[in-house]
């Protein structure tokens, strides 16, 4: 079983930084990509940014230039920087997997989420 354990939410205010942490345990061979969604009240699930293990990212249009994702494929964790925060990012983050081969399973693709951690940016 893999599991994604989240950190680094919270409140802030506009204008500051936060940054999240994401790392995946278990019977891990691989994993092809990580990322970061969010969901706000009344709203639907959106990416937010994503990384492959070649190091490859892909950013909504709403964070470019604000945040950065980073990988340390050693450590199958995940980062997400996010800088000049506006309160219009205030949601809750969720840290996915895609494509993870494991050992128990090396035939088999999954993908996994993790439980979410809440940034909220309000003065």
């Known amino acids: 079983q893999v599991q994604l354990v989240e950190s680094g939410g919270g409140l802030v205010q506009p204008g500051g930084s936060l940054r999240l942490s994401c790392a995946a345990s278990g019977s891990i061979f691989s994993i092809y990509a990580m990322g970061w969604y969010r969901q706000a009240p009344g709203k639907q699930r959106e990416l937010v940014a994503s990384?492959?293990?070649?190091?490859?990212?892909s950013y909504a249009d709403s964070v470019k230039g604000r945040f950065t994702i980073s990988r340390d494929n050693a450590k199958n964790t995940v980062y997400l920087q996010m800088n000049s925060l506006k309160p219009e990012d205030t949601a809750v983050y969720y840290c996915n997997a895609a494509g993870v081969v494991t050992i128990t399973n090396p035939f088999r693709k999954s993908d996994y989420w993790g439980q979410g951690t809440q940034v909220t940016v309000s003065s």
């Open positions: 990384i492959t293990s070649g190091g490859s990212t």
